[in-house]
Nanobody
Framework: QVQLVESGGGLVQPGGSLRLSCAAS????????MAWYRQAPEKQRELVAT???????SYADSVKGRFTISIDNAKYTVYLSMKSLKPEDTAVYYC??????????????WGQGTQVTVSS
């Protein structure tokens, strides 16, 4: 059984910074892709950033230049460093992972979510 555990959310003032972490644990052979999504109240969940096990990244236009996704393959952990935060970044942030199991099959997992609130 694989679990994703997120941490690092909280309340921050506009212009501030936060770093989210998502650690995967369990029977994992390797990371295919890990990603961060977010969902604001009354809005659909949206993709924020992705990173492959090889380190290739992509970002939503709304966060380019402000957010950085990174990965530690040895720790099965993905990070999202967020700076210049805006009130519109307020949302529940979810970790998402496609991981290869010991059977060489790929499985899709979601974290429980962590709240990020940007407000003065």
């Amino acid at each position: 059984q694989v679990q994703l555990v997120e941490s690092g959310g909280g309340l921050v003032q506009p212009g501030g910074s936060l770093r989210l972490s998502c650690a995967a644990s369990g029977s994992i052979r390797s990371i295919n892709v890990m990603a961060w999504y977010r969902q604001a109240p009354e809005k659909q969940r949206e993709l924020v950033a992705t990173i492959t096990g090889g380190g290739s990244t992509s970002y939503a236009d709304s966060v380019k230049g402000r957010f950085t996704i990174s990965i530690d393959n040895a720790k099965y952990t993905v990070y999202l460093s967020m700076k210049s935060l805006k009130p519109e970044d307020t949302a529940v942030y979810y970790c998402n992972a496609v991981l290869q199991g010991p059977d060489n099959l790929s499985y899709h997992y979601w974290g429980q979510g962590t709240q990020v609130t940007v407000s003065s």
